[in-house]
């Protein structure tokens, strides 16, 4: 089986970045945006639960940073299709070696790059162009009950956003820091 993703480790135990590998022809261009053969080999373990689009209007915005609570902790395929994000997962697993250690990426359509997050992180973007386009694979449901986050401005985590912080939502702008956080992610 040719392979449609290259994948590559990253400083933070068990966070891939994937480049797809798209096929050309004189029409155009044809990839593959999940693979479960693949991508279980690379250590997705579960179903495809849902998968979302989300669109952002404009360059500077801030979505995140989130994770869902077990035992909806979920598994997390962020593609961006469409513009330009930096993309960035913090790492919330006490027993990890990269406990509260932070990793950004920067996904595009013209680089063809995903990242996949394992159970235990945070994860959130910023827009470096207009009109982006995402897509997520989750290997959990949505759970509103289980939503959690951090503010992604907070300073323990210190993410160098390239742009000003944007047309962040209330909640995401009521997000709690990580001195004030009352439960770690318990895997
Ligand atoms: C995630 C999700 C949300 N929703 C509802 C909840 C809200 O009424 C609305 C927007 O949700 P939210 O403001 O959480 O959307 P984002 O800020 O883009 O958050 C997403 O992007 C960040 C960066 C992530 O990592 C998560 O995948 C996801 O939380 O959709 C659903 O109905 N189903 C879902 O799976």
Known sequence: MSKRFEIEATPLDGL???????IADPRGSFARLFCAEEL??????????QINESRTRHRGTVRGLHYQKPPFAEIKLVSCVEGAILDVAVDLRPQ?????????AEL???????????????????????????????????????????DATDPTLSIAWPLPVANRSPRDEALPRLSILDERFSA
């Open 40 to 49: 279980a080999a690379a250590g997705w373990h579960g179903p495809v639960a």
């Open 96 to 104: 990890s070696p990269t406990y509260l250690k932070t990793h950004a």
């Open 16 to 22: 891939l970045l994937l480049k797809r590998r798209p």
């Open 108 to 150: 595009s359509a013209g680089n063809a790059c995903a990242l996949m997050i394992p159970e235990g992180f945070a994860h959130g973007f910023q827009a470096l162009t207009d009109d982006v386009r995402m897509i997520y694979v989750h290997s959990a449901p949505y759970a509103a009950e289980a939503e959690a986050g951090i």
